[in-house]
């Protein structure tokens, strides 16, 4: 078994953002309520999705974190939506 210093960084289950803990599996909640995803990880500043491969979610757009939920704000950003570069 590993030990946590040695782990995968992408094993983690649970990140602490300045907006709460996010946990793998939780729901990405849009502005206007649709779900557009799941939480897959947690990469530098960016939230990864499980669904549609590559996308992501930059941690500034994010406005809350509730007990199963990520809710994002109504900011326009621009990353939005955009694959995750290599």
């Known amino acids: 078994m590993n030990t946590p210093a040695t782990q995968p960084p992408f094993s ?5 953002t300045p907006q709460g803990t996010i946990r793998r599996g939780m729901k990405v909640i849009a502005p206007d309520g649709t779900c557009i995803g799941t939480v897959a990880r947690l990469e530098g500043d960016e939230l990864m999705l499980e669904e549609g491969s590559g996308s992501f979610v930059a941690l500034t757009q994010i406005d809350g974190v509730s007990a199963d ?5 109504n900011r326009g950003d621009a990353t939005f939506g955009l694959g ?3």
Request: glycine share 0%; aromatic share 8%.
């Open 12 to 16: 983690q289950e649970a990140w602490t």
């Open 69 to 73: 939920s990520v809710l994002l704000e």
């Open 84 to 86: 995750a570069q290599p």
